[in-house]
């Protein structure tokens, strides 16, 4: 005998971010990019629910009227039959004549989580393993309220004593597989999910689970083999087109993404993340206005989907739609006030409205919330450079370094800064690893103002082949104004 139990899903909520653009000699901006995050997804569909087995009827005895055991397997067949409410009685009347039934509490349990009474739940749970505390479906059932109620501690020490009861119970793998998801450990996670799929291979939602453990950990191609084995098991699950739309993006296919987020909103129009997902796939297509459209369905349908109004405010200010943006990201802090991104990003629409001080502001407070936040210090470097605090701005750039030595934004602004403040043996340091550090990259402006550096450092002749190598690059990427400035420095050698 089954009973289905409701389970919670991790996705990626991929959010949209993008540079503050610099002055006169600075790093180019990068492209718009996509920020990843953890994103909480609601019930996996109900055709691959993870199922616990629940005691069936017991042997019923000669006993003149309605016996314990009588009303105990009345109230299963009412079970069994959807009668949830005749069930209740009829486990109510076995208790009153035995109340030593441990499996009558666990169904009125099981009962009672369903209506999300959980408290009366945990009464019932707690009798039923008094009784018989070896008892595996009460002990998962158990676990189950306790992680509906977010007490993931309890939870799992559930699902831990009724594996150790019955090593088989699938559905505890599963649980307990995600809440180390959730808690971040995806390497247990995933040894979980696998034992779950060795113990019942045609189980979609094991698959559907350690494909998101998998997305989580980078390895997008064994997660869109997990999705498409769960679609091969059944191919009505939304969130299994979405999770492997999302596996496609990561690897650039942008055309399959699409495709499975279409599937995914075609069979559910109100999975919310789904809209949000393809929303980044439309924008690396150049497709902002298609973005925006999902992003405002998708907050149509979740007015507290906070990675929506991220990527709807980043796309707002990539357009210049700037007091949009600001509403966005204002309306994230409403909803999470301790969002160090959404500082962060309120600050570069803020920057980009030519109000660096505002910016400023922004940005010190995500570097509050997250002392580590190297695109911070390197956008708070920029706006404090905009306003002539280029002493400042080295020091943010290098408390960025600090955090990631190997930033080449960070360290090709420092070389520019120490440019301007005529510290030329410091720029020509930095500019020379950024030059390094990206020998592929192709970035124009770090050989040009290396050339200015070698210049003033009476290297004509190094000055000249930066120059030409600057012009060359700026020539190739039709940057005309570029191209001319450099000249006119050569020109001057």
Known sequence: MKLRYSMVLLSLGLVVGTLPMAGYAQTAPADAEIVETEVVEPEIPDAALPETNLPGPEPEVEDPGLSATAAYNLGVERYNSGDYDAALEAFDLALEKDPGF???YLYRGVIYADRADYDQALVDLNQA????PGNANALFARGSVYYRQGDSSRAQADFNAALETDPDAVGAYLYRGLIDAQQGRHDLAIEDFSTAIELNPA???AYVLRGFSLENIDNYSDAIADFSRALDINSDLPKAYMGRGVAYYHLGLFDAALSDLNEAVSRDSTLAK???NRSHVYFRQ???SRALQDLDRAIELNPDLTEAYMSRGTIHTDQGNLQAAEQDFARVLRLNPDSAMAYKLKGDALLKADDPVGAIADYTEALFLDPNYVEAYQARGNARRSIGDTFGAID????????????LEAIAARGAAYLEVNQMQNAYQDLTQAILNAPNVGRPELFYNRGIVRARLGDDAGARRDFEQAAQLYLQQGEAAGYRQTLNQMSQL
């Open 102 to 104: 441990a499996n009558a």
């Open 274 to 276: 789904a809209y949000l």
């Open 129 to 132: 393993l008094a009784i018989d």
């Open 286 to 288: 150049g497709r902002p």
């Open 396 to 407: 943010d750039y290098s408390q960025a370094l600090a955090v990631q030595p190997a930033s």
């Open 203 to 205: 189980d979609p939602a």
